[in-house]
Nanobody, 127 residues
């Protein structure tokens, strides 16, 4: 059973930066995609970025390419999301997720393909 705990959300002005962290457990040695999704009121959950725990390969959603960076620590116990050049439209609850590489099509960043989820952390960007 994979467990995920996010931290690092908060409020920031447009143009600012934040770093989100996701402490992951229960996946050591397995081939997983760890990902960040976000959801704002009235909108569907959107894939932000994902990273493979074995290869380190990454994929990003189109709306965040060039602004957000996903990374993981050497022990693969924590995945980070560096948010830069933040815009008011980035305001959302950000969720950490994990899915087996056996069936996740990482380049699509589809929420339904990720089996494990954290509780979410709020990011608010003011103009």
């Amino acid at each position: 059973q994979v467990q995920l705990v996010e931290s690092g959300g908060g409020s920031v002005q447009a143009g600012g930066s934040l770093r989100l962290s996701c402490a992951a457990s229960g996946h050591s040695g397995g081939n997983y995609w760890l990902a960040w999704f976000r959801q704002s009121p009235g909108k569907e959950r959107e894939g932000v970025a994902t990273i493979n725990t074995i290869t380190g390969s990454t994929y990003y959603g189109d709306s965040v390419k060039g602004r957000f960076t996903i990374s993981q620590d050497d022990a693969y116990n924590t995945v980070y999301l560096q948010l830069s050049s933040l815009e008011p439209d980035d305001t959302a609850v950000y969720y950490c997720a994990a899915g087996s590489a056996a069936w996740v099509r990482a380049w699509l960043l589809l929420a339904k393909e990720f089996s494990y989820w954290g509780q979410g952390t709020q990011v608010t960007v003011s103009s």
